[in-house]
């Protein structure tokens, strides 16, 4: 399916972003955060760059499909946008719908809250139940 997303990794005043082509809605998203895990620090270390490295390792399954990006607003096909930070002692998630009016794009927030409240949420979400 092609979910396009930005995730936006911010942490000590830098923020780092990745485009991934597809599996961009909230249970993609989460697995895809997920994914990332075991190539990154282990929490409570968390260093923006190196996450948003790890989230490359951790989803990159060939050529295209997950890259680098200057940022979200540089894209006009997606369909959701995430923010992961470290607040809290845990990896943080603010997800963001993205829409597209008089050419513009805007977004509207979904959730804010830790990895695993967001996981939950979404599986929630996708079943209809919210």
Not at 41 to 59: H, I, K, S, T
Not at 89 to 101: H, K, M, P, S, W
Request: proline share 4%; with cysteine; glycine share 12%.
């Amino acid at each position: 399916m092609s979910t396009r997303a930005v995730y936006s990794f911010i942490g000590d005043g830098e923020i780092h972003h990745v485009y991934k082509h597809c599996d961009g809605y909230p249970t993609g998203a989460a697995d895809a955060i997920k994914n990332a895990m075991p190539h990154a620090w282990p929490l409570p270390r968390f260093e923006a760059d190196e996450f948003a490295a790890a989230f490359v390792a951790g989803n990159k399954l060939g050529t295209g499909g997950v890259r680098l990006t200057p940022g979200f607003d540089r894209h006009g096909d997606l369909e959701y946008r995430y923010e992961i930070g470290f607040r809290f002692g845990e990896l943080y998630v603010t997800a963001y719908e993205v829409d597209y009016n008089d050419g513009s794009q805007t977004s509207h927030r979904l959730f804010a809250g830790s990895l695993d409240k967001f996981a939950s949420w979404a599986q929630k979400a996708q079943a209809g139940a919210i």
